[in-house]
């Protein structure tokens, strides 16, 4: 085995050769977060929507209202068609 190969090859891939790193004393980059305004849009969406309740009382009371005193009245024929276009809408 020749040593002076071993010397030709190391060479060529700067084995010998090391760089010394230097410090850095003061960050001058930091990491920085920015929001679309349509991401603050959905943000200010979501929180409404969370806020909201579910049930809207004011509806519920006023149904009942009707119902006790009977004067709450649901034709049949709107409300087989409200089922049936939203049936239909589902499937598209």
């Excluded at 990491?31 to 579910?54: C, F, H, M």
């Excluded at 009382?57 to 939203?86: F, H, W």
Aim: glycine share 4%; proline share 1%; no cysteine.
């Amino acid at each position: 085995m020749r040593i002076d190969a071993f010397n030709k090859v190391s060479q060529v891939y700067n084995a010998n050769k090391v760089n010394k790193i230097k410090k850095t004393t003061g960050n001058s980059f930091s990491d920085k977060l920015e929001i679309s305004q349509v991401g603050q849009d959905y943000r200010v969406a979501k929180n409404i929507v969370r806020q909201t309740p579910d049930i809207r009382e004011d509806k519920v009371a006023d149904i009942k209202k009707r119902m006790e005193s009977g004067t709450y009245n649901v034709n049949m024929q709107e409300v087989a068609d409200k089922l049936v276009n939203r049936y239909f809408d589902e499937l598209v």
